[in-house]
């Protein structure tokens, strides 16, 4: 983790539990339908920042509203506080209620979840905002916005400070900012069981590896002393066949540095370096394809001409990414409107704790038929 007083940087890993599909919406690339989205350099499958960004904003309201919906006023409670402004109104209610903190301090909870402003947060905070066209203290204007229906994104809690929001008289940038999230590793079935890719670039920009440690172009390294392995050899990773040597020397610093991630389903023994000019070929190979078929409602049966092939990340594949927090409690002062603004604490116990929908609830497309889980860990 970099440290700096103004951005924070985490790193992020995700293990796929499930097949994870992202897709393009609507190319056919050979003979796939639904194609997931790729790095335009690279050509490997990747999940974008904007993809992970809408999800853990979602994530981030389930999680305050699991715990603090019975706490909330309703808008008709709000309107009759003392306060000339939305946010005096809120502080009030913060103080009577004693349970949303208006500063670190004096808080009766200490947790992200009753920062001051989540006195607002509904389900209209994640998604697309329903109301840009709404002043930021619009919510108690009368007749138009009650039920909750078109509230839009509130502008005032820390999902909305968090991961920004525009309304008619305000846009907040936000404060987190997620990168794509690249492959690390990634599972090939082999005679000798699943191996693990990657390639000595990877290894070096993830910090596993202090040096670059790149095969030849037409063989790849393998680690550690596998059953009946001498030091060179060939072996398959799915249809090609790669002659290897052996690097002893780096396995216990790829080791060391593996422990970073909790919850890695190998050890450096089960990682085979590729070159980096074949990674994408073997990745792209390896991906899973599932076929699928439209069901005729009326018959139940299959429908002509209605079948389909998609493509998916498969099982066991580790990403890599960065988080940067921005810490903007300096500006706090500069634009009342935005104040209170949550610490940098906050926002990361909020993204960690909203982060464990992503092995439950998962991120992409076919997450309810059997797609999407995602399992993160933080370096
Ligand atoms: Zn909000």
């Given amino acids: 983790m970099m440290k700096s007083n103004l951005v924070h940087e985490l790193s ?34 990747k999940i974008p920042g904007s993809t992970l960004a809408g999800v853990w904003r979602y994530y981030t309201v389930l999680k305050i509203l699991a715990e603090i919906k019975k706490e909330q006023p309703t808008i ?39 920062f001051v402003g989540n006195i607002l947060t509904s389900v209209n905070c994640a998604g697309q905002d329903e109301a840009p066209y709404m002043n930021t203290d619009e919510i108690l204007v009368d007749g138009k916005n009650e039920g909750g229906s078109k509230r839009g994104h509130c502008g005032h809690c820390i999902v909305c400070k968090g991961f920004g929001f525009s309304k008619k008289d305000l846009s907040w ?28 670039e ?5 910090g596993f590896l202090a040096s670059k440690n790149s095969p030849p172009a037409t063989s790849c390294f393998v680690l550690g002393k596998w059953e009946n392995q001498s030091k060179s050899g060939a072996i398959n990773l ?27 389903p190998f050890t450096a023994e089960e990682i085979v370096i590729v070159p980096e000019g074949l990674f994408s070929q073997i990745v792209n190979s390896n991906l899973e394809v599932r076929t699928s078929v439209s069901i005729n409602p009326i018959t139940g049966a299959a ?4 079948l389909f092939t998609s493509e998916a990340v498969p099982r066991g594949t580790v990403f890599r990414g960065n988080i940067r927090i921005f ?16 610490s940098y604490g906050d926002l990361e116990k909020a993204l ?16 309810t038929r059997g797609f999407g889980r995602l399992k993160i860990a933080f370096g």
């Fill in 352 to 367: 960690k704790e909203a982060g464990e929908f992503f092995n439950i609830l998962g991120i992409g497309g076919m997450t």
């Fill in 327 to 342: 810490d903007k409690q300096c500006f706090a002062g500069l634009q009342e409107k935005i104040a209170p603004l949550p």
């Fill in 303 to 306: 429908k002509e001409g209605a």
């Fill in 12 to 45: 992020l890993y995700g293990m796929a539990s499930d097949p994870i599909y992202v897709g393009t919406g609507g190319y056919t690339i050979g003979r796939v339908d639904n194609t997931i989205v790729r790095d335009p350099i690279t050509k490997t499958p």
């Fill in 76 to 114: 008709e409670d709000l309107k009759k506080l003392e306060g000339k402004t939305l946010s005096e109104k809120i502080a009030k209610f913060a103080e009577e209620k004693e349970c949303f903190r208006t500063s670190g301090e004096n808080c009766r909870e200490n947790s992200w979840k009753y």
């Fill in 173 to 200: 940038q936000g404060m987190i900012f997620f990168s794509d999230l690249t492959i690390l590793f990634f599972p090939v079935f082999t005679r000798w069981g699943t191996r693990w890719i990657t390639t000595g």
């Fill in 238 to 264: 799915g249809w090609l066949y790669l002659p290897f040597t052996c690097k002893e020397e780096i396995e216990e610093e790829l080791n060391q540095n593996l422990k970073k991630v909790s919850g890695l």
């Fill in 202 to 206: 990877i290894l070096q920009d993830a």
